[in-house]
């Protein structure tokens, strides 16, 4: 495909420091992209340093100005606008928006929305969809792991870190929870507060598997692949689009904690070498990139977008991107 111009439009300062998704993932799909030979703008927060692409800075109360017409930021060569963001006014520049989260019950769907799985795309009556991808260099791998198990996120309770907790609790393994705020914890828990940088990746390389027990429609879950990337099994809830990231060779699925807590018996069987295939397989940055890269050629081609194509449950594209 003919290379692009892309304006990534993002209200943060990147790359971020602590948890942050959706800003590691924009910091991702820059890398992908410029990878895969395509140059890239970034309009960003001040003191933004990204170096695969040319800095716009911009505070971010005038980028999400809903009375501004992005386009008017924009260099003039630019091929695709795609934000990071609710896009309130519709820009005169071709572009997409990138969902993350869920909306409110009865919000209204922007025009070129992109969601971040299938699962996702449909409940708001969608089929266009791209899976988020990381970097597997920000990530290491061990084979051999540590007795712990890992719960990694917010502590609220729709990612259901409580079940995490009834399960070490009832099962009397041994639990490291990171997270933004202490909870009060049993004997065999430990509290390890918010964790970025070096540290995370050492505490998912070395957990036994991951606990990603979501109680709400997960849109993706991102600290699922960070855990097959580092050779780390997860186990996770059937909600949202967790069913289509974890496949049986690399976690279990479960509807109660009772069945997590069967399940964590025999999760560590998993080999690390398949979970960590698996992320690279269908969850790298280039991966990412080169179907957002389908989704602007589309748009810009016949005025719409292609829905997404299917890839982790046994249904890979072909994709000429070797994601090492």
């Not at 309130?88 to 209204?108: D, Q």
């Not at 399940?263 to 790298?284: G, K, L, N, V």
């Not at 890269?293 to 997404?308: A, E, F």
Request: a positive charge; aromatic letters at 8%; hydrophobic letters at 45%.
């Amino acid at each position: 495909m003919t290379a692009l111009h892309v304006a990534v439009a993002a209200h943060y300062r990147l790359p971020v420091k602590g948890y942050g998704g959706t800003e590691r993932v924009v910091v991702a799909l820059v890398r992908g992209l410029a990878a895969l030979g395509h140059r890239v703008t970034l309009l960003a927060a001040p003191g933004t340093e990204v170096r695969e692409a040319s800095l716009i800075a911009v505070p971010p109360r005038t980028l999400t100005d809903p009375t501004l017409d992005l386009a008017t930021l924009l260099p003039r060569d630019a091929d695709m606008l795609h934000a990071f963001f609710p896009v309130r006014r519709i820009p005169s520049h071709p572009f997409v928006r990138t969902l993350e989260g869920n909306l409110k019950a009865g919000a209204v769907v922007a025009p070129n929305t992109i969601f971040v799985s299938r699962n996702h795309a449909q409940r708001y009556g969608s089929d266009v969809f791209v899976y988020n991808g990381l970097d597997p260099a920000d990530f290491l791998f061990r084979a051999v792991k540590d007795d712990y198990d890992l719960f990694l996120g917010r502590l609220h309770s729709v990612k259901g870190y409580r079940w995490a907790l009834q399960g070490a609790k009832r099962s009397k393994r041994r639990l490291i929870v990171a997270g933004g705020w202490r909870p009060s914890l049993a004997r065999n828990v430990k509290y390890a507060g918010e964790v970025d940088g070096r540290r995370k990746a050492e505490l998912l390389a070395g957990a036994r598997c991951l606990w990603m027990p979501a109680l709400w429609d997960e849109p993706f879950g991102l600290t699922t692949i960070e855990a097959l990337f580092s050779g780390t099994p997860v186990l996770g809830t059937r909600r949202g689009a967790l069913p289509e990231v974890i496949a049986p060779e690399v976690g279990a699925l479960c509807d109660s904690l009772d069945e997590m807590i069967a399940a964590a018996e025999t999760i560590h069987t998993r080999s690390p070498e398949a979970c960590r295939a698996h992320a690279q397989r269908f969850f790298t940055h280039l991966v990412m990139a080169q179907e957002y890269v389908r989704m602007y050629h589309t748009l810009l081609d016949t005025g719409t977008l292609p829905p997404g194509r299917p890839t982790a449950q046994g249904r890979p594209y072909n994709s000429s991107v070797s994601p090492a």
